[in-house]
């Protein structure tokens, strides 16, 4: 069985954050974020080209004051392949707990919407002990994947 699948218990939301799954964040919104979290941010119009091209997205709102604290995305060919993009939390106390909520959500609908697809990750080094948590291994059988960045003319 695929580890993914073997989701452990359901983490809990922290108390003063909620879960989006219908609007948007606004580039501005998702910049921030990923600023606050060491990670390299986009253009405005990058980022409405991926959400439009995502299946789902999922945010956590801070619910004091809406702010986005957490966010991740999905893209699939709806057959074979889904990806996970842009899994990140806001770092504080709360940032395990909130990445924690984020996969496993995310591989809550992944099992529902999208079963027998091979799911692939882009996320920063510290989403790994999230990941893990959800039974996630770091490259099984020295397994390795490479990305190349590619430059708009």
Known sequence: MLPFLQQSSTP????GFRIETSERPSPAQLNG????????????ERWQLALE??????????TSNGELVGFVRA????AL??????LCARPGADQAQLLAVLVHRSLH?????????S??????ADTVEALEKQGFVIDPN????????????
């Open 81 to 86: 392949n889904a990806n996970l993009w842009n």
């Open 75 to 78: 893209t699939s060919d709806l």
């Open 109 to 117: 609908m992944l099992r529902r919407d999208l079963p027998g697809c």
């Open 119 to 124: 799911l692939s990750i882009s996320a920063p």
């Open 33 to 44: 974020l990923l600023q606050a979290c060491g990670e390299s941010t986009h253009d405005e």
């Open 53 to 62: 091209r995502s299946v789902w997205h999922l945010s956590i709102l801070d």
């Open 142 to 153: 020295g397994i390795r994947a490479m990305g190349l960045p590619l430059q708009t003319p």
């Open 12 to 15: 809990n939301l922290p108390d």
